[in-house]
């Protein structure tokens, strides 16, 4: 199985900033890869695709790039509502695997 | 608009059983795999159990032989069936739905999820 190592775990960070996260397959898996933002008692919401496309109205501050194994997502310019924990997923191999996962927090 | 909402958890005693609902709108349930993820506290998401559209089924080795997953097309649901809970099953359920056209495991939209607990 394809194991995603994702880092930080945590992240302070504050409104304006701009915010790196990285996620790492244990083997190629193309740009097969999603990020998704989950915050308590709602539904994860899709942000990028593909590891570098926008997924429809999400906000264009969010961005993805990266193929293989190495994959960076990117918050330019914080804002308050961006405060949630960010996953990655892969879907090259069977089974999908999520990352642990980045909570972040308004410094 | 794509509408995904679960229902069915509760607590439970180690041991027992319950079935989760799914129900969709807002697109053509029929044509769609259809996916349970769960997130135990502070774990990360783990992918449960996926039913395509001609009734296949996979599931996590974790899971294998104590849940079931299923599907009514004619009420745009997808069930999950969990026996033999065990303490270490307890969790926020979600199901997701996959991109038309792309992966079945590729999800573009979820659901708000339903709590499971498992305690003695």
């Known amino acids: 199985d394809i194991q995603m190592t994702q880092s930080p775990s945590s992240l302070s960070a504050s409104v304006g900033d701009r915010v790196t996260i990285t996620c790492q397959a244990s083997q190629d898996i193309s740009t097969f890869l999603n990020w998704y933002q989950l915050k308590p008692g709602k539904a994860p919401k899709l942000l990028i695709y593909d590891a570098s496309n926008l997924q429809t109205g999400a906000p264009s501050r969010f961005s993805g790039s990266g193929s293989g194994t190495d994959f960076t997502f990117t918050i330019t310019s914080l804002q308050t509502e961006d405060f949630a924990t960010y996953f990655c997923q892969q879907y090259d191999n069977f089974p999908p695997a999520f990352g642990q996962g980045t909570k972040l927090e308004m410094k | 608009e794509v509408y995904l909402l679960e229902s069915g958890g509760t607590l439970v005693h180690p041991g027992g059983s319950l079935r989760l609902s799914c129900v969709a709108s807002?697109?053509?349930?029929?044509?769609?795999?259809m996916t349970w993820v769960r997130q135990a506290p502070g774990k990360r998401l783990e992918w449960v159990s996926t039913?395509?559209?001609?009734?296949?089924?996979y599931y996590a080795d974790s899971v294998k032989g104590r849940f079931t997953i299923s599907r009514d097309n004619s009420k745009n649901t997808v069930f999950l069936q969990v026996n033999s809970l065990r303490v270490e099953d307890a969790a926020m359920y979600f199901c997701?739905?996959?991109?038309?056209?792309?992966?079945?495991?590729?999800?573009?939209?979820w659901g708000p999820g339903t709590m499971v607990s498992v305690s003695p």
């Open positions: 997701a739905k996959p991109f038309r056209g792309g992966s079945m495991f590729a999800f573009d939209f």
């Open positions: 807002g697109f053509t349930f029929s044509n769609y795999a």
């Open positions: 039913i395509t559209t001609t009734e296949t089924t």
